[in-house]
């Protein structure tokens, strides 16, 4: 790993205990409080297309540390935080939990309307979302933008992440929305914003879409995101 790129190899563990690696860029020191954008991929194992765009700008930010080039911004990656549910292709994590039902809002409930929607014996109950939310904790990100794939948009949660989204939109050509349509009671977006006030931007890829043309769609946005010259 280039001098400027920094992974932890085994910062968390998954539910099924497979490790859950974390990269961030070595100008920013962990728990120094300098509010790094934080992007992540495969909350829903079974969304692929958010992974590749995860592990895409990992790509770019290697290039960028190769050509000994610093970035303007903090950031911390994580591009599969539901290594259980990729390696299966499920949604859930191997204990058949949905981690963007889990985390600990004030709306969590313990209902769902699917199986698939399980949100958990309680709160904050899987390794994944604890490791997750200790960290937002932590780190303080000053936006944190998960990726998926479902139907095509950019959701965002908090109107300070209005500014960023609307970029990200236009960029894409992907609609802007301040809902994805239905109720999300435990997820990313509602811990984010409701508890901490941190904005949150989620971003819906097409479903089928390829590693290639999901970068092509979005560079432009995480470039103007990071202020990195294309």
């Not at 932890?8 to 497979?18: E, F, L, M, Q």
């Not at 409080?33 to 692929?48: A, F, R, S, W, Y």
């Not at 990726?147 to 209005?162: M, N, Q, R, V």
Request: glycine content about 8%; hydrophobic content about 30%; overall charge negative.
């Amino acid at each position: 790993m280039e001098e400027n790129i920094i992974l932890i190899k085994k910062w968390a563990k998954s539910a099924g205990k497979i490790d859950i690696p974390l990269y961030h860029s070595a100008d920013y020191k962990l728990g120094s409080g300098k509010n790094p954008t934080l992007i992540i991929g495969g909350v829903h194992g079974d969304e692929p297309e958010g992974i590749w765009l995860v592990e895409a700008l990992l790509e770019k930010f290697e290039d960028l540390a190769q050509n000994n080039e610093h970035f303007k911004r903090p950031w911390i990656l994580i591009p599969c935080l539901n290594p259980d549910g990729y390696t299966s292709r499920n949604r859930t994590n191997s204990k058949g939990v949905d981690l963007n039902r889990n985390f600990p809002t004030p709306d969590w409930t313990p209902t769902a309307k699917a199986e698939r929607y399980n949100p958990g014996p309680q709160p904050n109950s899987e390794p994944e979302t604890q490791a997750l939310t200790k960290l937002i904790e932590t780190e303080k990100p000053r936006l944190i933008v998960h990726c998926h794939s479902w139907k095509p948009g950019i959701i965002y949660t908090g109107s300070e992440a209005l500014s960023h989204a609307t970029f990200l939109s236009k960029s894409s050509g992907y609609p802007l929305q301040d809902d994805i349509g239905y109720p999300t009671p435990g997820s990313l977006g509602q811990f984010g914003w409701l508890v901490h006030k941190i904005p949150v931007i989620c971003i819906e890829e097409r479903e089928g879409a390829t590693k290639e043309e999901t970068w092509e769609r979005f560079q432009k946005g995480f470039f103007k995101l990071f202020e990195i010259r294309p």
